[in-house]
């Protein structure tokens, strides 16, 4: 299928052949019949990615503030690489679009195929031909309201939702700033709940305009607005402003404060300044509400990803309940969209319709995109070739054949660079849950094909390597699934979220130990492959006794709906990341933990898994602690290692640097390219354990001991109690 993106690094705008995504749970499959361009929200996506790195810096100096810390902390090349990584990535452009429903996902009810629905979401709705949509973020078109139509429901919805944040009923005044495609259907939602509406806009055609839908006079200046204003209330003051201009400056919020009444209230939906004119907002008493954007649920996993809805006397006006009352008000002739509409493009004539947006040669309010009529649903095609169609047999390659799941920031920024560099693997086929994700990576590092289904890369002959980048919670079954078709496969860590995911890899592990050529396992604890720990564990390595380790790590706070505390999808933070620093004290004691103990820190704004401290007691007599918090300086260095034994100290200052005190005397190693985190060397340790039949320095009992490490920290946490691993209930 087509779809339409922007690249933030180069500013490229692209209508790409990309694979169609698969419907996850709460999803519907949506071939597109129309899309809507947002000539505000879109234009301005298209200005900041065409900036100069100097103009993105200067429009987002929030980011630039966190890229400075990271380099504080990890080094300038390691801040740019991330910093690189996150804009090199296409973005899909549009939020509102209808088409007819062709797949449908699990858990979904109330939507079947073949049924016409409107469809909102940044990253849902697209310019695309076919669209994975949460199906809370779509409702059913009435019989008599066309495509084209429906396409304007996202821009409807938020409307709705600026309207009923305002408070705004029967004989209310109310000002509209700003007439663009927004206000303009803002002013008839407005009309139809009964309310007297004037509009301003400094564009004396959309203010023309605005007077065939309902405003009761239109402005272009601020002094004909304010007179306005004071006639029609008799110098009260009108009793609402909803600003749906677009503007850097704070005086559309001035001016909406000395447009209101005593105790009015101000709905700021458009992008402007934010500062409050204290002495008018106390004056006054005034309200101010930042309207976002369809209504409760849009920002919220549960509604979005996993298709839970909000009981109705809890929350009336949902964004898909507001998508459908908007379609409502089409069917029923109280809000009309299809005269706004002043150019249609063809889906593959989509840069013209930019290109017409950002130049404004000519006038213009609503843009929509066309696409091909379907007499059936089109075969959806989950895979997409880029490279050669064919290729010769497994057994008479030099190289490894390659195939990598998962198309995220790690994955590009990380895994893929170091892929692509190391010798003896070819890179056949990637796999992401968006198509265009995956076309982005398979074209940047060399892939031959590109899709959306995971097993396509397993089904894959000439796929010998598979690499496991996706999120915590489907390692296991994709693991197993590898190992169980006698794939050679590199997991990123967490192996599994819990013991039963666990005993599935286990059983799928035991099982291909009776192939031919049983298959390798590499799970990815890359800090043990640092230059900084080999050059320290050898120092160590005729110690002779136990030992003591202590982990500090900095771990810096997530915001609390991160995936990550999913426990279907990430498993909090001990499982998902303190499993590296069990790994890597096992590999310095050589020993593994019998004994656990965790302790958190009870914190409002703070997972019970962000701030814990873990005693492990090793098979060995030694002892280890990882103080692992999330409240520290995200521009204090993230890790250091103090190891302690045979008369010597060790210590590793976050994998840039590394010192062992022994007789008195201090040796040291200092890197001067930054951190070395070991992902390049792990692979490098792969590549020739499978070309060259080298061993590698970790086991399967090593990955289970360490996994079943970080159940029983868990349990301990739960139970208040110390806890041995693979006892927990």
Known sequence: MRQVSQNYRTGRLSVDVVPVGLPGRGHVLVRTTASLVSSGTERSMMELAQKSLIGKAMARPDLVKRVIAKAKADGVLEAWRQAMGRLDVPVALGYSSAGVVVEVGDGVDGLAVGDRVACTGQGYAGHQEVASVPANLCARIPAGVQGESAAFAALGGIALEAVRVAHAGLGDTVVVLGLGLLGQITVQVLKAAGCHVIGMDIDPRRAEMALGRGVESAATDYDHLAATCRRATSSNGVDA??????????????QAAELCREKGRIVATGQVGLEVPRRAFYDKELELVVSRAWGPGVYDPAYTARGLDYPIGYARWTAGRNIGEFLRLLEGGRVHVDDLITHRFPLERAQDAYRLILEGDE???????????????????????????????????AELGVGVIGGGLFARSTMLPALKKTPGLSLRGIAAATGLSARHAAQRFGFDYCATNYREIIQDLEVDLVFVLTRHGSHAAITADCLESGKHVFVE????????????????????????????????FNRRYSSTVQWLRDRFSRCGEPMSVHYTVNAGPLPLDHWTYDPEEGGGRIIGEVCHFVDLVQLLTGSHPVRVHAESLSSAGYDPTDNVAITLKMADGGIASISYAAGGDKGYPKERVEVFGGGAVGVIDNFRSASYTHRGRTRKMKLRTGPDWGHAAEVRALTRALVEGRPLNETFEGYVATTLTTFAAQESLRQSQPAAPGMEQ
């Open 241 to 254: 402003v909803i600003i749906m201009a677009s503007s850097d400056s704070n005086e559309p919020m001035e």
């Open 363 to 397: 006038p213009c309010v609503g843009v929509v995109l066309t696409y091909p009529e379907q007499s059936s649903a089109p075969p959806v095609s989950r895979k997409v070739r880029l490279g050669r169609e064919t290729g010769p047999s497994p057994s008479s390659r």
């Open 493 to 524: 860590k967490p192996l599994a979220l819990d013991r039963g995911q666990l005993g599935r890899v286990e059983e799928a592990y035991r099982a291909s130990r009776d192939m031919d050529r049983p298959p390798v396992l590499m799970l990815g």
